[in-house]
């Protein structure tokens, strides 16, 4: 059940609850989630939740909402289509992104 984006999302988020305390329960508690389903999520058997839901966890955590969401894997609100970004604008970031993608591979393979 694991997206590409689980791990990422995973490390921010263990992160951010080691150094304010908070146990999967606990953040179960302040979102309303069921504690079933943060036990699950923080052991990577579970997809991160709907915005909502990482709304609150950013409440509930202190860190930033649209940060929480990329690491999700999705697209804040105001960059989706309408928002602060034109279609050049995202096709730009993509360029960059396909880019640096390959930048990473070549890395790997030791390579400039």
């Known amino acids: 059940m694991e997206t590409k984006f ?4 995973l490390r921010l988020l263990k992160g951010r609850m080691a150094k304010r305390g908070v146990s ?3 953040l179960a508690a302040r979102t309303g989630m069921s504690s079933t389903y943060a036990i ?3 052991a990577g058997e579970r997809n991160p939740p709907s915005d909502r839901f990482i709304r609150k966890i950013a409440n509930a955590l202190e860190v930033d909402y649209e940060r929480l ?3 999700a ?3 804040p609100i105001a960059f989706r289509g309408g928002g602060i970004l034109t279609s050049r604008d995202l096709e730009t970031i993509l360029a960059f992104m396909r880019r640096m993608r390959k930048a990473r591979k ?3 393979k030791g390579g400039r």
Request: no cysteine; glycine share 10%.
């Open 24 to 26: 999967a329960r606990g």
């Open 106 to 108: 070549r890395a790997r």
């Open 40 to 42: 699950k999520m923080m």
């Open 73 to 75: 894997g999705r697209i």
């Open 69 to 71: 969401l990329l690491y």
């Open 6 to 9: 689980l791990p990422l999302f």
